[in-house]
């Protein structure tokens, strides 16, 4: 258990520390998307617009998910399985 924390924790603050990042590349590929209608290339509305939608879902998530208290409940969760596990050392010890 206290390794499965240790991991959720490092993934929610690793989002959290790339998040701005990630909204950078989902906000330029919007743009590039959306540009790709007015280029004299050939390309497929249906798959610009299904691009579209699914990056639009990516910046949302991407506006919504990391977050301060995500970070902090992983890592309260991360310390109380810690000290689960040590005081479950102890005991075993004595």
Do not use: C, H
């Amino acid at each position: 258990m206290v390794q499965a924390e240790n991991a959720q924790y490092g993934f929610e603050r690793n989002m959290y520390g790339f998040r701005w990042i990630a909204r950078l590349i989902a906000t330029l590929s919007l743009i590039a998307l959306a540009a790709s209608f007015w280029t004299p290339w050939e390309v497929s509305e249906r798959a610009v617009a299904v691009g579209l939608i699914v990056n639009s879902a990516f910046l949302l998530m991407w506006l919504v998910v990391p977050s301060k208290t995500r970070v902090r409940q992983a890592a309260d969760r991360y310390a109380i399985q810690l000290l689960n596990a040590a005081g479950s050392a102890v005991r075993k010890a004595t």
